[in-house]
């Protein structure tokens, strides 16, 4: 599988494709595009509030925000256009489960737990590339390559926090890395008196990850929050057979909560990743680099329960990095968010969204995609 999917990854970045059917274009290199540990709230503000929200998987600290049990589940849904060397593409769509948690009290107890769900990278994407080679001294023998993927790297966390006091929360939490996705290779020849050559194989993903966080309130207007987290080589196995390695980032975040004023919550996040770490790894294909990133993500919070608001308003501005790429060009991408939220059956359930405008950009390709998220909590 490798000896095939390997030279044709390389053709498809020499020349334009087609591609549909995918997160993004920047998920073909790597491991594939990166997921968010980000709940609907979260991704309203940017991201800002990720290091603060219970009903995100960035800090576990943040889940001693849990008075009672809850159930979250989410849709989002991407409306994507692209050029990338001289192709394009519009109107493209997708719709995945970006997060999923169950959360809630040890009653009696200081202690909370976060069980949450997101994808780590997707892995999902659809390319064919044209050429014309030589075969056996026969000349302008026409190729067309499909390269094809469908599935995802997921993460499934299991959090507990602790209320040390009413101003002082810790939390940790393990991680476990798995998924799974159908690729395959074809290769149709014009004329068609050469047969199709076709590799098809189902790959398993698996890895480990732990992370501790901590959060501090220095003023009833002012809270603090870091975390630390850790992960493992993941594998990729095809067949029983591993066929690859690739070292996993630790990722370091610093976040602050200001409330100048009882109706307006500001946050920021700071995110880091040493994805610099699995360019040994992945340079065995001779074709991606890995860059570490930076994410920074601010936003606003306008009215809301503690405001004495029922729908509150949400603002929010990201910047970030992203890791891979076929040339020493490193990508980025800014985002531009807001959403909103409300609470019914006497504060049980309740329903979010989010809608974010995003810009990527770098090694040769342009990426332009909205990204509209629902989620629903429940609160038996």
């Known amino acids: 599988m490798r000896l095939v999917l390997v030279p044709l990854v390389t053709l498809v970045i020499a020349v334009p494709a087609v591609s549909d059917a995918q997160n993004s274009v920047y998920g073909v290199h790597g491991i594939g595009f990166l997921g968010r540990p980000a709940g ?5 503000t940017g991201g800002g509030l990720a290091a603060f929200d219970p009903r995100s998987a960035l800090n576990p600290a943040a ?3 849990f008075r009672s049990v809850s159930v979250t589940g989410s849709i989002g849904t991407t409306l994507r256009s692209y050029t990338a060397l001289g192709a394009s593409a519009e109107g493209l769509k997708e719709t995945r489960a970006p997060f999923g948690q169950l959360a809630g009290w040890i009653r009696g107890t200081p202690v909370s737990f976060s069980i949450t769900y997101y994808p780590y990278a997707e892995r999902t994407y659809n390319l064919v590339t044209r050429d014309t080679i030589s075969v056996r001294g026969d000349d302008g023998i026409e190729v067309s390559d499909r390269i094809s993927s ?17 101003r002082f929360s810790v939390g940790a939490a393990l991680h476990l890395i ?15 008196n050469y047969l199709l050559a076709v590799e098809e194989v189902k790959l398993g993903f698996s890895g480990l990850g732990f992370s501790v966080g901590a959060m501090v309130a220095l003023h009833p207007r002012l809270t603090l929050a870091a975390n630390l ?17 690739v070292q ?15 109706v307006i919550q500001w946050a920021t996040t700071v995110t880091r990743q040493s994805w610099s770490d699995a360019a040994g790894d992945l340079s ?3 074709i991606v680099t890995a860059f570490d990133t930076w994410e920074v993500g601010s936003g606003f919070e306008i009215g809301g329960a503690a405001a004495g608001s029922r729908i509150p308003v949400r603002l929010g501005f990201r910047y970030a990095q992203l890791p891979f790429s076929p040339t020493d060009d490193q990508p980025r991408e800014l985002g531009l968010s807001l959403g909103s939220g409300v609470n019914f059956a006497s504060d049980r359930a309740a329903m979010e969204f989010s809608v974010e405008r995003i810009f990527r950009k770098g090694a040769g390709a342009d990426e332009r995609v909205w990204y509209l998220t629902f989620s629903v909590t429940l609160r038996p």
């Open 229 to 245: 987290r850790s992960d493992t080589r993941l594998e990729t196995v095809a067949d029983s057979v591993r066929i690859s390695r």
């Open 40 to 44: 609907t709230r979260s991704r309203a």
């Open 150 to 166: 469908d599935g995802a790297v997921a993460n499934v966390g299991g959090a507990l926090a602790v209320r040390v006091s009413s």
């Open 178 to 192: 798995t998924g799974s996705a159908e690729a395959s290779a074809v290769r149709t020849f014009t004329p068609d």
């Open 63 to 65: 889940a001693a925000g």
């Open 284 to 286: 065995a294909s001779g």
């Open 248 to 262: 996993l980032p630790v990722t370091a975040s610093a976040g602050i909560l200001f409330i100048p004023h009882r």
